[in-house]
């Protein structure tokens, strides 16, 4: 394996952890905040306030840690991509600080208001949309080069059926992996009433994200023939991603072995994000930027490898306390005890 | 090409986000070795008080801290957003201490998380200030990290560069430049002293409204000696950052102390103002910038005069000099007083004038933060990576960078008054004595 390929793959696997986790606390807060104007919140509520208090902030670390680490092991994107996502990503930079500070202040100052609780969700939609406009970009299309500099074509992109397509398989990915995801929580947390409700959101949400997928197949295969042909070449990984879904859905379909209706939903989406990786490759700008082309160093590349390695070595224990704490601790779920300071 | 309206507005974008940002990152670094100290405190002398101390700081902790992380996220991306020229040469040489300060991060987000989410789950007390020990260092080595970098744009090293091309590159020596020392050890110790003052401030504030409980005694005193230590550390460190200038950025020294001649029996420059190269109502120390220069009073000191006029900072640099360092002197008075007194039972440290000193101290302290900021980042101009690349040629070359400025603008206004509110209704529902006696209730009492 080359550092190459080691490097971007370490990167995209914590591409997929934020994708997981971040998705879970996005539909979380829409959840709620729809739970709100139904007049449903006091189902929900004490769910998803359990879950995500504790880990709020680790998620947005996951997202630090992929944009640092694509500077690091591939510094020609800081030019490339540093230079065209200036709106696009200051959008979801701002959205993801008033959601994450309005977090902590409504958590610890003042609880329960309307409007918040409707910007919250709202928020928790719009991040993923704005994030998930890097993707289409990185199809090409949609930048060229002026005076050697790069420059985006907003009027191409927003036009675009696959921009579209793709921000609707952002959002419906987001909702049905949160709904899967608390389902199983509240299974656990012995809370039947808010279980019943975040399986019937798990099945509603499945709908929209196999349709976005077929979509978003068909408006690549017009938009990058040459992607589109390497993901047909690897059409296997994306078969069984989606053998994989239909078992998941059939689990809660029957309300039946949510743990392994959560592993799998974890696995499809493992999968379909690392196919859709291998597929991209070796392009991270079509068709200007490739992971060679775009690699740094090799003494630095190795420095970085070392740090990471060190640094799991004291994240993956550390992690684990985590999730032995709040994420598998009966007494903590089912909220019997609490020790907040 | 560059697009000289996007250079200026990302230059305002920049100071505007770093300014905004290390208010809350100076508290971040600094309040959790606070926490710390009180609990330990409270656990040795068995005195509930203390450990409520720490309690309730982890309390307001919690708001500061997601205004720091999400101010740090934006300042991280906007780094490749702004200066996508620069961080494509320096991801080249200086990427390792960035991508290690993402694991520090991470490794404080967990153990904060769960800190905060156990407190009483021990019967040993101890074991639960050990979780936040990983908090306290994942904090600091953050500030450790950030600053290498920041250094390192000052004195880069680790690299050379051959037709054009980054060649021979030692990303460890570049973590190792000359500024590394000097710098990480002022960020994080000024950090600490300021964190000490703030939370003294409020305490002071407290009993000049009237509550006094003794808790708001024992929070004072312990915050002044810890920030007399931390003050009168910064200042010795500041000595040595003055002395690296000498050696490596002359050019800065020149500009902060308005020394226009290079001569010998320098004298120090304090306020004052510039006509043309005349300095005039300007107290002046003889020999005093020889001697904080060299050791030695009639050394010789390089001034403005060696440089080419393109490459020299502004010199209003010098009010941010004399700002920081008359703040970081009137605190160690300050500090050292309060503790003095204290010890020798002197009636003026309690009376309600030097309470307000110790109020302001809180802001002076904050403004001094500020001022050494703008000091180490104006007095680094033109370049943003010395003698290598200029600020100017950094910049992105995208439009809409004023747009961006307005919409992050908004964004501070919403998260500095948000937190300010949270903040104060936070403690306000909960007042010390109310709490005292809730925790009373709950244990059926061993409290004084």
Redesign the interface.
Known sequence: MTLEILGISVLWMFLLGYLIIGSIDFGAGFFNAYGVLTGRQHILTNIIQRYL??????T??F???F???V???F?????????????P???A??L???R??????ES???RGHKGYSFMYGAAGLLIPASLSVVLTISEGGFVSMV???P??DYHALFTSPLTWSIVVLAIAAVLYISAVFLTWYADKAGDRKATKLLRKYALIWAGPLAISVIGIMFELSKHNVEHFNRMIDIAWMFGLSAIMFVITVWFIWKQQHYSWALGLLVGQFALAFFAYGISHYPYLLYPYLTIYDSF??P??AT??VV??VL?LL??IP??Y??LK??LFNKDYIRGK?D??? | ?ENESAVFFSRVLTELTLSFHIIYATIGVGVPLMIMIAQWVGIKKNDEHYILLA?RW??GF??T???G??????I???L??????F???????I??P??????A???E?????????????FENQKKHLLLLI?VAIGASMSAVFITIVNAFMNAPQGFDVVDGQ?VN????LAMLNPAMPTKVAHVVVTAYMTAAFVLAAIAAFKMLKGSNHVYHKKALFLLMKVGLVFAIASAIIGDFSAKYLVEYQPEKLAAAEWHFETEKNAPLVLFGVTDGEEVKYAIKVPYALSFLAHSNPTAEVIGLNEFPEDETPPLYIHYLFDTMVMIGMFMVLVSAAYVLGKIRGWSFVSTKWFRRVIVAGGPLSIIAIEAGWWLAEVGRQPWILRKYMKVAEAA???D??D??LI??CG?YI??GV??V??LR??FRHNPIEQEIEDRKAEKGGDFS
């Open positions: 208090s504790p880990v709020w902030e680790v947005n670390v997202l630090v840690f944009f640092v680490g500077v690091g092991f510094p020609k994107t800081a030019f490339y991509y540093g230079t065209t996502l200036l709106v990503a200051s959008i930079i701002i993801l600080a008033i994450g500070s309005y977090y902590a202040f610890y100052g003042s005076n050697g500099n420059v985006l740094t160093n003494a630095m420095a970085l740090a990471f640094g004291l994240l550390s992690i306390l985590l704490l709040f005890k020790h907040h300071a | 090409m309690r982890a309390r919690v708001i801290v997601a205004v992380v999400v101010t740090g996220t934006a991280g991306l906007q490749s957003l702004l200066w996508p020229n961080m494509q040469l320096a991801g080249n040489v990427a390792l960035l991508f290690m300060e993402t694991f991060f991470f490794f987000a967990i153990f904060l998380g769960i800190y905060l989410y156990t407190w009483d789950r990983p980054l590159i030692q990303p460890i992105t070359t995208s809409h960078v747009i961006m919409l992050f964004l919403i998260l948000g937190s509110v949270v209704r936070m």
